[in-house]
């Protein structure tokens, strides 16, 4: 089938691919020496089996990166996208029988590749397409074992236990990316379903969703900026302020002035009695009447003599919190609808809805950011620190963001902007450098020189933007006495001039006068 000296062939064109001095040259020299290795890729993927001959599936395991490397950097090289779709299919098929035909070199060939996919994301592409869809959709079940999420295994037809599972789940142990495959696998639990897109579909207004990776971005301040510069275009527009800040909500205390108000909270329709880990989100049995019931008796006047603000939040109780987090995490199937359910009902009533998340990128925040980058009237703000660590770990999730197939990625801000963190922002670089910046990843990261070659920097130039430090508006957070957060203070500082600029760069005039249009 194969023999050593074809490995030797294999050896010395991954050596001079791996010499080749110019990046930009490096899938012209595969084109050229690959027809030493031909025919390519049938020969090595025949080969990859798990029946094949011990003494030649200890080879392959020996060149286990190097073979995953040029698949995909034959993927990349080629222009013929239906014949490459065609490789991945069968490049997925046989890993997938490697992996699960339990033979420890077997998998050990089939992580190998698995790393090299985890990489080729960004060498085949910053934009959607077939390939990388498919490698996604993949990763996304090998790191799935909730059995609750899928049912069943959906490459096969049988059913596999959880043993099984989570051992096919601990081949991206350790892989740079296995973080973000979890974010795209939650993200696309709204987008992998036809009733998921129909229930997204019934959103009859605009969604701004604002999120970040860790507290004490400037999450809420911005959201409160956000309604100022509503109000200030169209004082009389219906906005509804959805607080799902479950590691402490804050609006309750922004919006009503009074104690014991607001009287009625999300948690009082949800069965929080229920486990954990078989709570049941109610779906079909909340009508939208009820739902509005909630936000109407949440309504309130944010700023003087306007009744148009309504308000859905958990009550600020710590152990209540915690269960609606679990729970989520743990059924996140029925959570969605709800949401979805939930946010359709709302837009019968109002004009805009914008969610406050939790700091973190778990189950509530995901699927709020992909509901409002998915829906075509839709924007999510991603707000960061300048800190390196953050600018890095937020650079990572957005450049891998624009993978997915989504209608609006997400606005990235970095809030209190420093000289560096600009520096930062502007310099063009690839993901696999930036992890290389951080400790965490960067004795994780596979090694795929060849691969790391032939991926393009990405500045994120349409994504980022900054706020400048402001000290007038460092006590905002403080509650006064009536409870309602000064407003008219923002109108002069700098902090809000520079959210006006990125709402008006970022958020179309029309979406505030389009109701009857959505």
């Not at 046989?94 to 420890?104: A, E, F, H, P, R």
């Not at 014991?260 to 909270?265: A, I, K, L, M, R």
């Amino acid at each position: 089938m194969i023999s050593k000296e074809y490995f030797k062939l294999l050896d010395s064109t991954y050596d001079q691919l791996h010499d080749c001095s110019d990046p930009k040259q490096v899938k012209q020299v595969w084109l050229n020496e690959k027809e030493k290795l031909s025919p390519w890729p049938d020969r090595i993927l025949r080969a990859c089996q798990p029946d094949t001959d011990p003494v030649i599936l200890n080879e392959l395991v020996d060149r286990a990166g190097k073979i995953g490397e040029l698949l995909i950097l034959d993927f990349a090289a080629r222009s013929d996208s239906k014949f490459s779709e065609g490789y991945m299919d069968q490049l997925i098929e046989t890993n997938k029988q490697l992996v699960l035909s339990g033979d420890v070199n077997a998998k050990k060939l089939a992580k190998g590749i698995i790393e090299s996919m985890v990489v080729g994301l960004e060498a085949l592409g910053a934009d959607p397409n077939p390939l990388t869809q498919k490698i996604i959709d993949y990763l996304c079940d090998i790191v799935d074992i909730n059995l609750g999420t899928y049912p069943k295994w959906r490459f096969y037809n049988k059913e596999y236990n959880k043993q099984e599972l989570a051992e096919y789940s601990d081949l991206l142990n350790g892989v740079l990316y296995s973080a973000v495959v979890n974010f795209y696998k939650r993200l696309k639990v709204g987008t992998l379903y036809e009733e998921h897109i129909r229930l997204i579909k019934s959103i009859n207004c605009p969604v701004i969703s604002v999120g970040s990776r860790k507290g004490g971005t400037g999450k809420t301040l911005f959201t409160a900026a956000v309604l100022k510069w509503l109000k200030s275009i169209r004082k009389e527009i219906r906005i509804c302020v959805i607080d799902f800040d479950l590691s402490g909500p804050v609006w309750q205390y922004f919006l009503f002035p009074k104690r014991n108000e607001p009287s009625v909270f999300l948690d009082n329709i949800l069965p929080i009695n229920q486990p954990v880990d078989k709570f049941s989100f109610p779906n079909g049995n909340m009508s939208n009447e009820n739902l509005l019931s909630l936000v109407e008796q949440g309504k309130c006047s944010f700023i003087e003599g306007d009744n148009m603000i309504g308000h859905v939040g958990i009550h600020d109780i710590p152990s209540i919190n915690r269960t609606i987090d679990l729970a989520v995490e743990f059924n996140r199937e029925s959570f969605y609808p709800f949401l979805a359910n939930l946010l359709s009902a709302i837009s019968t009533k109002y004009d805009i809805i914008i969610i406050d998340n939790s700091p973190g990128f778990h189950s509530v925040p995901y699927s709020t950011l992909g509901i409002a980058s998915s829906v075509k009237y839709g924007k999510s703000f991603i707000l960061s620190t300048p800190s390196h660590p953050d600018l890095c770990g937020s650079f990572l999730e957005l450049s891998e963001f624009k993978l997915t197939n989504i209608e609006n990625a997400p606005v990235w801000i970095i809030n209190k902007a420093t000289e560096a963190s600009l520096h930062f922002a502007q310099k063009p670089r690839t993901a696999l450098e930036v992890a290389k910046e951080l400790q965490a990843y960067d004795g994780a990261l596979p090694k795929c020189p060849v691969l790391e070659k032939i991926l393009i920097p990405d500045s994120l130039d349409n994504l980022w933007n900054f706020i400048r430090m402001d000290q007038d508006v460092s006590e905002f957070g403080f509650i006064n006495s009536d409870g309602k957060p000064n407003l008219h203070t923002l109108s002069d500082t700098k902090y809000y001039k520079d959210v006006i600029k990125i709402l008006n760069e970022n958020i179309p005039i029309e979406w505030l006068n389009m109701k009857e249009e959505v």
